[in-house]
């Protein structure tokens, strides 16, 4: 987890200036059960922030993520059944390590991996981790660029509903609900 941080560049140490608050971290530690008998457990360790003692206005301004309307599911599910379209859905693994941070976040040292050279360093954050207050909204500003530069188009009623006309009479149709998603598409290849 500390290696794949520090290659993504989530974070950089710095000298930790005199007043300023800093955001705890913990590990949270998981074990992850094989989906047959014969597959083993697997362990899982998250590096995660202590977002509870962030303070609005100060550690982050806004907060809120949207997410699809229900409706805008139904409709999708519609769609496949009357067009026999191809639905498939997706989830995205570790999300919110993807999401740039707006505001300058410093955390302390995770435990265990505290630099022995720098121990009075912080971790001044670059990309969001989970916990903090503004990871999702984060997470999705990053996705929505990500879509419309590809050629999705947002839809007006639900801006988490992106849509990509492929060919005459074909659209792709994609739907995020966080890091979950629902694509639709007359082909599976596309």
Same mark, same amino acid.
């Given at each position: 987890? *500390?290696?794949? #941080?520090?290659?993504?560049?989530?974070?950089?140490?710095?000298?930790?200036?005199?007043?300023?608050?800093?955001?705890?971290?913990?590990?949270?530690?998981?074990?992850?059960?094989?989906?047959?008998?014969?597959?083993?457990?697997?362990?899982?360790?998250? #590096?995660?922030?202590?977002?509870?003692?962030?303070?609005?206005?100060?550690? &982050?301004?806004?907060? &809120?993520?949207?997410?699809?309307?229900?409706?805008?599911?139904?409709?999708?599910?519609?769609?496949?059944?009357?067009? /026999?379209?191809?639905? /498939?859905?997706? /989830?995205?693994?570790?999300? &919110?390590?993807?999401?740039?941070?707006?505001?300058? *976040?410093?955390?302390?040292?995770?435990?265990?991996?505290?630099?022995?050279?720098?121990?009075?360093?912080?971790?001044?954050?670059?990309?969001?981790?989970?916990?903090?207050?503004?990871?999702?909204?984060?997470?999705?500003?990053?996705? /929505?660029?990500?879509?419309?530069?590809?050629?999705?188009?947002?839809?007006? &009623?639900?801006?988490?509903?992106?849509?990509?006309?492929?060919?005459?009479?074909?659209? *792709?149709?994609?739907?995020?609900?966080?890091?979950?998603?629902?694509?639709?598409?007359?082909?599976?290849?596309?």
């Amino acid at each position: 987890e *500390i290696a794949s #941080l520090k290659k993504n560049h989530t974070w950089i140490l710095i000298e930790k200036p005199g007043n300023r608050r800093t955001v705890g971290c913990k590990w949270v530690f998981r074990i992850k059960e094989g989906l047959t008998a014969s597959e083993p457990s697997r362990y899982k360790a998250r #590096l995660v922030a202590k977002g509870y003692t962030q303070r609005e206005g100060v550690d &982050f301004k806004e907060v &809120f993520s949207p997410v699809v309307r229900h409706a805008s599911i139904r409709v999708l599910l519609a769609m496949t059944a009357v067009h /026999d379209l191809e639905l /498939d859905q997706l /989830d995205v693994k570790t999300a &919110f390590l993807h999401g740039r941070l707006q505001e300058e *976040i410093l955390m302390t040292q995770p435990e265990g991996y505290v630099d022995s050279e720098k121990p009075n360093h912080v971790c001044l954050l670059k990309r969001s981790l989970y916990g903090l207050k503004q990871s999702p909204r984060q997470w999705y500003l990053r996705f /929505d660029e990500f879509m419309l530069s590809h050629g999705y188009l947002r839809c007006s &009623f639900d801006c988490c509903v992106y849509y990509k006309l492929i060919s005459t009479n074909l659209y *792709i149709y994609l739907l995020l609900y966080v890091d979950d998603m629902l694509v639709a598409c007359k082909s599976r290849e596309e």
